[in-house]
């Protein structure tokens, strides 16, 4: 197992000529931190991008962000909030989960694994954000795509395609993304004791209302209870967010409150409110639950049936239910079939999230493909890199 | 900009084609010349040419079954919607069809509990606005043709809008679509959940101009309408000040639902052709909209006032009805027709550029309508830094459209070199083909060729649209692309 130093895109472009020159392919690898992260990729040499980091240029006023793809998130959240911007998308910290360290995943790690928080059913995901790139591809070859715009239509949308590819369409080694204000005032109010189906019927209806809701999120009783002694719960939690400008943030929080008084409903401010969706992002309370842990993006109505036809020993949702996290217990067959036959007939995606080397590479990780969308997938991937040298079966076998 | 050369091979064929075609769909082919007159331009009226023929199918299986045949026959095809491209996206070809999606116009679902509805390519864009509205909902991209557009017109040119400040261009607003390949397969690529599984082809097809795929169906995201929405009319003494009042607003932290500049010669336009009331003396308008629950948008409509008056405003009017904020919007609306009223034709440009460019993007565009001898009037979608400098001249007159097309030209460099980019939301199409090489380097056009490639290796999707250079696709394999090298070389250049 050899490990090759990038320093930038023209080294990088010399490591994938030396492949192509011998038939070998290369591992892409920014810190590490999601490598337990989709089917296992076992080839003899790792392209280590974490040296090609820095700002480039941060434009605060014209929203615009370009940093190199090696970039921590810690050292870009930091930058943003000096002046009051975010990601709109909200990258969670999946580390810890993945039994990583803290903080130290990078921006190009993010968009390629899609990284994205409760806000993203709003606010959008990496996609939404990623507006151009540089990058090396298969044949060895520095090119750029998209621009230093928001609004861009010229050629087509590369950067939707690198988002979510887990490097197997090659290293991103620059990009620009859009940024967001980040919001003045946050609030969220939380409800107990709600059962599943009625949780999500109950947000549903409030993404369905002008209230420009941010967060919505049901955990089931086995994960609130490890919020037990921070919001003192032991049964179902529903939680809803607001973010914005204050007076929005105030009215929309005294809408509800006002409907949901009788019901019990709690109001956690500020920090208390950023605490919670911190955890429900980086999945810290799924990470203290043993099992396999599937996730699965859906139509928000068909998440309770989802959830009630798989039957998980604890579940997270969030999106109002067009995402879910379902703790299952631990099978070698990591109940694939079950899962990804009721995801199929829900018209809905679902990715073995956790689960150990061995029952990856078996059963395979994410949603498999119909047989055209196979084909198509397969020409893309050979129109980026045709002799597979970027994270070989990463994604599908040979992909 | 410059049509192809029509394959004279393929046009001897024209009766046995239309014949072939005609036993797929008996009644929905037309192929008189008389007929096909409708059918000679799309919105870019200054390049005209009547297709092979223009066939209306009926179904998605009636698309594959004619991509099929397109494919075995070697025809061409540009798909169609409602022809309201300005890049000429669906500018016919005379060794082409058209494939035209009028007659798949029906909304087939609309979905309230997972917020999104399910319609045919052929829908405008407006209808499905109307017919969520009874349930609380709508759809946020607003081309400003929206009453006539097609939802499948706008995914492939990822149509833009008013609203894509706040709420994005097409790509952010599709959650699934439905296509058929050059080889007549028929793919669904994500659905009420979002975009996936594996890569984002959703992202790819979206914007791809109708070179990779016919798309035959969509499902949309639909959004709670706002419970409050205001407008605010703002007058300044100047361009820059405007400029300047644009940026405060973003950096205070503001996302207005749209942020609309116009400069004088527009606002004198429109109040000629309609009177929505802007300020007399005014050297640009500048309208924000603010939308959201009531307190806040008071509140928000409070803060920008006071951005706008800070930074010079000299007239700020505050919509305190429905009738008047339609009535601020009349004037913006109109900002095409208005100014067709003061020159008999016009060439609609669309760059975008950096926000903090716009002074010294906008004097250099002064500069080169005296250096060309061409009037220009500004529509800005200010927000997000998309400029429609709307270029004025007279087709009657000799040499007029070449000048026309030479100023035009020479925008679209001004915004690429000013760090932006050709075209914002109208596409490339055959307008700004030739510019391509503006922005792009050869490596990374031959990787977007590739793309072409792997979805349609024989070029028969809309060739002549978005690419400068036709590569054969074994081309674009490991070997490097020279420079000057062209596999069509009967194809004029810039």
């Known amino acids: ?399 | 900009m410059h049509l192809p050369a029509p394959d004279s091979s393929i046009i001897a064929r024209r009766a046995e084609i239309v014949a072939g075609l005609r036993a797929i769909l008996p009644d929905h082919v037309i192929a008189d010349d008389d007929s096909l007159g409708v059918y000679d331009c799309d919105a870019l009226t200054a390049i005209r040419q009547k297709p092979l023929a223009a066939v209306l199918p009926g179904n998605t299986e009636e698309i594959a079954a004619v991509l099929r045949f397109c494919r075995d026959h070697g025809v061409n095809i540009v798909p169609r919607g409602a022809g309201t491209s300005l890049s000429g996206g669906s500018t016919p070809l005379g060794d082409g069809i058209l494939l035209v999606t009028a007659r798949l116009n029906r909304i087939l679902e609309l979905d309230y509990e997972n917020r999104c509805a399910v319609v045919q390519p052929g829908v405008t864009n407006l209808s499905i606005s109307q017919a969520a509205s009874s349930g609380g909902f709508y759809y946020a991209p607003d081309p400003s043709s929206q009453l006539a557009c097609s939802i499948g017109g706008n995914v492939a040119e990822n149509a833009g809008g008013i609203h894509c400040l706040k709420y994005g261009l097409t790509t952010n607003n599709l959650l699934g679509v439905e296509f058929v390949t050059i080889d007549g397969e028929i793919v669904r690529i994500g659905g009420k959940a979002g975009a996936g599984p594996g890569y984002d082809l959703l992202g790819l097809i979206t914007g791809s101009e109708g070179l990779l795929g016919m798309v035959t169906e969509v499902t949309v995201r639909l959004l709670p309408k706002p419970a409050a929405v205001r407008a605010l009319l703002m007058g300044f003494p100047s361009i820059e000040q405007a400029g300047a009042a644009v940026a405060a607003i973003i950096a205070n932290g503001i996302i207005p639902a749209g942020l609309e500049l116009m400069d004088r010669i527009t606002v004198e336009a429109v109040e000629a052709h309609c009177a929505p009331g802007y300020p007399a003396g005014a050297e640009a308008v500048l309208i924000g909209e603010l939308d959201g629950t009531l307190a806040e948008v008071d509140a928000l409509i409070a803060r920008v006032e006071a951005i706008a008056l800070a930074n010079g405003a000299t007239s700020c009017r505050v919509s305190t009805s429905e009738a008047e904020r339609v009535k601020i919007w009349a004037g913006r609306k109109a900002a095409f027709p208005a100014t067709g009223r003061i020159a008999p034709d016009m060439l609609c440009m669309d760059g975008t550029i950096p926000r903090r460019e716009l002074p010294r993007v906008l004097k250099r565009i002064r500069e080169l309508s005296a250096e060309h001898g061409l009037a220009v009037a500004n529509v800005f979608h200010a927000g997000d830094g998309n400029l429609h400098p709307l270029i004025l001249y007279d087709v009657m007159k000799p040499g007029d459209l070449e000048k026309a097309e030479a100023f035009g030209t020479d925008i679209l460099r001004l915004c690429v070199e000013a760090g932006g980019v050709l075209t914002g939301e109208h596409g490339v199409g055959i307008e700004k083909r030739d510019l391509m090489p503006v922005m792009f380097a050869e490596e990374d056009l031959a990787q977007q060729l590739r793309l072409k490639c792997a979805f349609d290796p024989s070029h028969r999707l809309n060739p002549g649209k978005v690419f400068p250079v036709l590569h054969a696709c074994a081309e674009l394999g490991a070997v490097h692309i020279h420079g000057g090298q062209f596999a069509h070389p009967e194809i004029p250049r810039l």
């Not at chain 1, 014209?62 to 050292?75: F, Q, R, Y």
């Not at chain 1, 999500?200 to 420009?212: C, Q």
């Not at chain 1, 529903?238 to 409907?259: D, N, P, Q, S």
Request: neutral net charge; aromatic residues 6%.
């Open chain 1, 1 to 399: 197992m050899s490990v090759v130093w990038v320093y930038n895109a023209q080294e990088a472009a010399n490591a994938v000529q030396e492949c192509l020159a011998d038939g070998t392919s290369l591992a892409l690898r920014g810190r590490g931190t999601k490598s337990a992260l989709g089917r296992p990729v076992t080839v003899a040499r790792t392209l280590d991008l974490s040296r090609i980091a820095g700002a480039v240029r941060y434009e605060p006023d014209e929203l615009i962000l370009t940093v190199k793809a090696g970039t921590p998130l810690s050292d870009i959240e930091p930058m943003l909030k000096e002046h009051r911007q975010i990601l709109p998308f909200e990258p969670p910290d999946w580390g810890p989960f993945f039994g990583a360290s803290e903080r130290r995943g990078t921006i190009g790690g993010a968009l390629g694994a899609d990284l994205c928080g409760s806000r993203a059913f709003k606010s959008g995901r990496p996609r939404d954000a990623l507006l151009g790139f540089t990058a090396v591809n298969g044949f060895g070859e520095a090119y750029k795509a998209g621009g230093r715009v928001v609004k861009n239509v010229t050629g087509y949308d590369l950067p939707k395609l690198m988002c979510g590819a887990f490097g197997t369409l090659g290293p991103l080694i620059e990009v620009t993304l859009k940024v967001l204000p980040a919001p003045e005032r946050e609030d969220t109010i939380v409800l107990r004791g709600m059962t599943a189906p009625e949780a999500l019927r109950l947000l549903r209806g409030i993404a369905g209302e002008p209230l420009e809701a941010t967060g919505l999120a049901h955990l089931s009783g086995e994960l609130a209870r490890h919020l037990e002694g921070v919001l003192g719960v032991a049964e179902g939690l529903t939680a809803i967010r607001f973010e914005g400008a204050r007076e929005a943030v105030e009215e929309r929080v005294a809408i509800l409150m006002g409907r949901f008084r009788r019901a019990g409903a709690r109001k956690l401010g500020g920090d208390v409110s950023h605490d919670l969706w911190k955890r429900v992002g980086n999945l810290d309370l799924l990470a203290r639950e043993s099992g396999i842990v599937w996730r699965i993006v859906a139509p928000p109505f068909a998440a309770p049936a989802i959830a009630s036809e798989i039957g998980p020993q604890a579940a997270q949702y969030d999106w109002a239910g067009g995402l879910l996290w379902l703790v299952l217990d631990d099978a070698a067959h990591a109940h694939a079939n079950l899962v990804r036959t009721v995801a199929a007939r829900h018209g809905a995606q679902a990715t073995l999230f956790r689960a150990n080397e061995a029952i990856r590479a078996a059963h395979g990780v994410f949603q498999p493909l119909d047989t055209t969308l196979d084909r198509l997938t397969r020409e893309v991937k050979a129109a980026f890199d045709p002799k597979a040298v970027f994270n070989p079966g990463r994604m599908y076998e040979g992909i």
